[in-house]
T-cell receptor, first 114, second 113 residues
């Protein structure tokens, strides 16, 4: 099953540390999206990337959060100086070249900030 | 500002009966709507979609209805099965799906055997 692969599945960090979440899209997909799900909430869009380009980062917090999708390797969502409010499930999704709106999601990375 | 609203956090239905999950939206620019299903500890999986040029789309036991004037869509599952127990998310997009999806908070469906 060559679906969207996310790692780590679970990550625990102390306040002030950095969190790095990785996402490998479905083979052949060049569109990657990151969503965040807070407890009892829906999925909130964060950022949309294509290879080496950030297309839409309107959902990303202005500080501490960054994302990249390099030419080679997985997409990375990086959270610097984590705070307790960053505790959430972070889902990556991918879509094929022609964006039909249907996204293929990974199983998510659950970040816990102590 | 919640642009996609699922006002029922949970729903319980007897096996074999119809499940109806509702979704309302506020942004009249949305023209493409999707339903996703999510099991615990898994990512959402695509279920069914509908374009605003249609008012109904059917796929097996799943039918989505769209009422543009009311800005309302619903997902019907019939007959409901225990394996349908999951959280269902409604999502919407503009430009025929070419903008990031906006999700509702989800409705937890429990199908009781």
């Amino acid at each position: 099953n060559a679906g969207v692969m996310q790692n780590p599945r679970h990550l625990v960090r102390r306040r002030g540390q950095e969190a790095r979440l990785r996402c490998s899209p479905v083979k052949g997909h060049s569109h990657v999206y990151w969503y965040r799900q807070l407890p009892e909430e829906g999925l909130k869009f964060m950022v949309y990337l294509q290879k080496e380009n950030i297309i839409d980062e309107s959902g990303m917090p202005k500080e501490r959060f960054s994302a990249e999708f390099p030419k080679e390797g997985p997409s990375i969502l990086r959270i610097q100086q984590v705070v307790r409010g960053d505790s959430a499930a972070y889902f990556c999704a991918s879509s094929p070249d022609k964006n039909t709106g249907e996204l293929f999601f990974g199983e998510g990375s659950r970040l816990t900030v102590l | 500002d919640q642009q996609v609203k699922q006002n029922s956090p949970s729903l319980s239905v007897q096996e074999g009966r119809i499940s109806i999950l509702n979704c309302d939206y506020t942004n009249s620019m949305f023209d493409y709507f999707l339903w996703y299903k999510k099991y615990p500890a898994e990512g959402p999986t695509f279920l069914i979609s509908i374009s605003s040029i249609k008012d109904k789309n059917e796929d097996g036991r799943f039918t989505v209805f769209l009422n543009k004037s009311a800005k309302h869509l619903s997902l019907h599952i019939v007959p409901s099965q225990p394996g349908d127990s999951a959280v269902y998310f409604c999502a919407a997009s503009r430009n025929s799906g070419n903008t990031p999806l906006v999700f509702g908070k989800g409705t937890r469906l429990s199908v009781i055997a």
